[in-house]
């Protein structure tokens, strides 16, 4: 299996600000990566797909870049509404997640 | 509207079966792979299964293969997930999701808890 390790697990950061979570996967994935928003009580949301692609409705203040074996999620301007759970997904073979970056606001 | 509306959780004993039903509208359902992904409580997201658009090809994680089912009824446009031999560790919220690379549809989740 491809191991997906995930950073920070939790995070503080306040409105305004650009937050950056990180995943590494254990091998080459070749940018065959989801990232996911979930609010609790809530099924997880996709926001990014193909590393970099943004999912139909999402806000454009959230990005995916990386290649290889490594990606990362950043949000700019956080706003009070991203209060979530993030994990990244990688599908170049049988999918598996990250652990998962709760983030709170400061 | 893509709609995804799971059912069948519930308490279970360890050792007995339990089968959750997907009912999926609002896209074409025979065009695409579909898959169940589970959370345990206040826990990450793990994939459990995954079915190929016609039914031909499954996939499953190790912990479940020989134990969990997964098929579909296109003309229904209904997913199912068979569990046989429940264990007190797959206790977690189940998920349906239409699977294209990532999962770009989810449904409400249904939980299953598995004790005595």
């Known amino acids: 299996d491809i191991q997906m390790t995930q950073s920070p697990a939790s995070l503080s950061a306040s409105l305004g600000e650009t937050v950056t979570i990180e995943c590494r996967a254990s091998?080459?994935?070749?940018?065959?990566l989801a990232w996911y928003q979930q609010k609790p009580g809530n099924s997880p949301q996709l926001l990014i797909y193909d590393a970099n692609s943004l999912a139909d409705g999402v806000p454009s203040r959230f990005s995916g870049s990386g290649s290889g074996t490594q990606y990362s999620l950043k949000i700019n301007s956080l706003q009070s509404e991203d209060v979530a759970s993030y994990f990244c997904q990688q599908y170049n073979n049988y999918p598996t997640f990250g652990a998962g970056t709760k983030l709170e606001l400061k | 509207e893509v709609q995804l509306v799971e059912s069948g959780g519930g308490l279970v004993q360890p050792g007995r079966s339990m089968k959750l039903s997907c009912a999926a509208s609002?896209?074409?359902?025979?065009?695409?792979?579909m898959a169940w992904v589970c959370q345990a409580p206040k826990k990450g997201l793990e994939w459990v299964a995954t079915i190929s658009y016609d039914g031909s090809s499954t996939y499953y994680r190790d912990s479940v293969k020989g134990r969990f089912t997964i098929s579909r009824d296109n003309a229904k446009s209904t997913l199912y997930l068979q569990m046989d031999s429940l264990r007190s560790e797959d206790t977690a919220t189940y998920y349906c999701?239409?699977?294209?690379?990532?999962?770009?549809?989810w449904g409400q989740g249904t939980l299953v808890t598995v004790s005595s």
């Open positions: 091998e080459d994935i070749y940018s065959n």
């Open positions: 609002g896209f074409t359902f025979n065009n695409y792979d």
């Open positions: 999701a239409r699977d294209a690379g990532g999962f770009a549809y």
